[in-house]
C-alpha cells in the first residue's frame, strides 16, 4: 500500500504547476473513498490543502480557493492538484494522502517539495 507523488519543482510567484499522485496496493477500489493534498512549510505543523470524496466533492484551503483545483485521473486511484498563481506562502511539502469515505485521512506519501520564489 503506496502514494506515490510527483510534480514537485521550483516557480516563481504567478506560476503553475501541477501535482500528481497515484495510489496502489489497496485491495479495493472504494477503500479510499476520499483522497487530498497535505502541505507542511519549513517550521509549521502539516495543514488540509484539498480534499475530493468519492461523489466528485472539493474542499479547498482559504488560501487555495480561486487559485487551486484537485481532481480525479483517467487512471483508477490517481488525483492531480492543479497550482496556479502560485505564492511564496505556498511553499512547502505537499502530501498525498488517502482517507475512509468520510475522509478521516490515514495514509500520506512521501512527498513532493514546492518552492515559490518572489
Known amino acids: 500500500v503506496q502514494l506515490a507523488e510527483s510534480g514537485g519543482g521550483s516557480v516563481q510567484a504567478g506560476g503553475s504547476l501541477t501535482l500528481s499522485c497515484a495510489a496502489s496496493?489497496?485491495?479495493?477500489?472504494?477503500?479510499?473513498?476520499?483522497m487530498g493534498w497535505f502541505r507542511q512549510a519549513p517550521g509549521k505543523a502539516r495543514e488540509r490543502v484539498s480534499t475530493?470524496?468519492?461523489?466528485?466533492?472539493?474542499t479547498y484551503t482559504d488560501s487555495g480557493k480561486g487559485r487551486f483545483t484537485i481532481r480525479k485521473g483517467d487512471a483508477e486511484n490517481t488525483i492531480y492538484l492543479q497550482m496556479n498563481n502560485q505564492k511564496p506562502e505556498d511553499t512547502g511539502m505537499y502530501y498525498c494522502?488517502?482517507?475512509?469515505?468520510?475522509?478521516?485521512?490515514?495514509?500520506w506519501g512521501q512527498g513532493t517539495k514546492v518552492t515559490v520564489s518572489s
Open positions: 494522502a488517502e482517507a475512509d469515505p468520510w475522509c478521516n485521512f490515514r495514509l
Open positions: 496496493g489497496f485491495g479495493d477500489s472504494n477503500y479510499h473513498s476520499c
Open positions: 475530493i470524496n468519492s461523489p466528485g466533492r472539493t
